[in-house]
């Protein structure tokens, strides 16, 4: 079945690229317009700040489509795929619309989006930074917005480049049926398998087999988490209620405080290290793609050790506190899920590296030469404005029919 299912995707690429004039896309992925910011410019800012402007993706997409004639079709065909009736309905309207208007591809994307701005963005982040942001398969599960697209920009641009280039290497898909008969895979292991995976088939790109970063809307594992990333892969499902609990202008009883920025980039950066974490080690060629054998960051034997007794610093948000389902990390109730506690690590090199540096100098050392190859941030230590204020009488009254944190 699997096979089957396997070729018939390839086939279905094939028709699509056949029709192009040209078979190969050449010089994707680049990473050359949504940079590296190692600065807190990106981090200052409320939701509606910061992000490349429309001119600006204008650029990226007309540079990668020079020369690449059949790029956008075969791209807004991936950028849309999904098999829900609901959504093959809408996108067969949309098709229709777009056809009778005499518009191109970009038209279908707009309308799957419901915006222009939207799909620009969208189809400018997929070719240069492979990432693919889409609806959820579950038709009637909330949909991303704008806001949402520039906390993920924004998150993205705070991982280095070659970090993001192996978070999208290719996995062996073609060969699971071999590797599951020649490894000796019992029936019940390659069950949990095809369960944890059950969509990767459809997420290859083309003829290079490349799997793009996903960023999707879901319930994750269970609805109380904010974001999910599987063992092994490199999908991530953002609960949207919980996440836009970070956003800028939200106060909770428990912390007393009022964010004065979209605290949501810590939340995308530590889902995004889990990622790093899942394909740190793998050359894109070897199944220990497949979680039960593959070694990670945080399960290999040297640094286990080193991340297991770093201290963790203090957010000066308190966010660490109020939104992420991670008490287990929480300095002086770590109960040893190493992956979590990496993932924290990560962050806060990335976005409070000088309170890091001080609580944990051993572990920064670590990060900055071993993990991040020298590359050193400014974090929110050094935005110039407030990025928190305690709650007024009025809002705490408010707040407070509202729980503990939110969950």
């Not at 790029?71 to 959504?87: E, G, I, K, S, W």
């Not at 949990?192 to 290859?204: G, H, M």
């Not at 609960?239 to 800028?248: H, M, P, V």
């Amino acid at each position: 079945m699997l096979l089957r299912w396997i070729g018939f995707v390839l086939l279905s690429t094939m028709q699509l690229l056949a029709s192009a004039q040209e078979p190969v896309f050449t010089g994707l992925f680049q990473n050359s317009f949504f940079t590296l910011s190692q600065d807190s410019e990106l981090l200052c800012t409320t939701s509606e700040s910061a992000y490349l402007p429309i001119a600006r993706l204008k650029e990226v997409i007309h540079h990668y489509e020079n020369g690449n004639p059949g790029l956008r079709q075969a791209a807004v065909a991936f950028l849309t795929q999904h098999t829900h009736p609901d959504h093959l309905d809408d996108l067969k309207q949309i098709k229709k619309h777009c056809h009778e208007e005499g518009r191109d591809d970009l038209c279908i994307l707009e309308g799957y989006w419901d915006d222009r701005k939207n799909a620009l963005r969208v189809l400018a982040l997929f070719y240069d930074t492979k990432t693919a942001i889409k609806h959820s398969n579950h038709y009637h599960l909330p949909r991303f917005e704008a806001d949402h697209l520039y906390a993920f920009e924004k998150g993205l641009r705070k991982i280095p480049p070659f970090m993001r280039d192996f978070i999208v290497k290719a996995k062996p898909i073609r060969d699971l049926d071999n590797v599951f008969v020649n490894a000796k895979i019992p029936e019940k292991t390659r069950q949990l398998i095809l369960n944890a995976f059950p969509d990767d088939v459809e997420s290859q790109v083309w003829f290079d087999d490349t799997h793009p970063l996903t960023i999707m809307p879901g319930i994750g594992f269970i609805n109380q988490v904010v974001a999910q990333v599987y063992s092994g892969s490199n999908r991530i499902i953002f609960t949207i209620k919980n996440f836009d609990k970070a956003k800028e202008g939200h106060f909770y009883k428990d912390i007393e405080l009022k964010y004065l920025v979209d605290f949501r980039i810590p939340l995308i950066v530590h889902e995004l290290a889990h990622v790093i974490d899942n394909f740190h080690f793998w050359d894109g060629r070897e199944t220990l793609y497949f979680f039960l054998w593959y070694r990670k960051l945080s399960t290999d034997i040297v640094y286990m050790h080193m991340i297991k007794d770093a201290d963790l610093a203090l957010w000066p948000s308190r966010w660490f506190d109020a939104f992420e389902f991670l008490w287990e990390v929480n300095n002086g109730r770590y109960n040893g899920k190493i992956n979590e506690k990496l993932a924290e690590l990560f962050s806060q090199y990335i976005l409070i590296p000088e309170r890091l540096k001080n609580e944990s100098p051993t572990a920064y050392a670590w990060l900055h030469k071993e993990i991040f190859k020298g590359i050193e941030y400014s974090g929110y230590e050094s935005c110039q404005n407030p990025i928190v204020r305690e709650l007024n009488w009025w809002e705490a009254a408010v707040a407070r029919p509202l729980g503990r944190r939110g969950r």
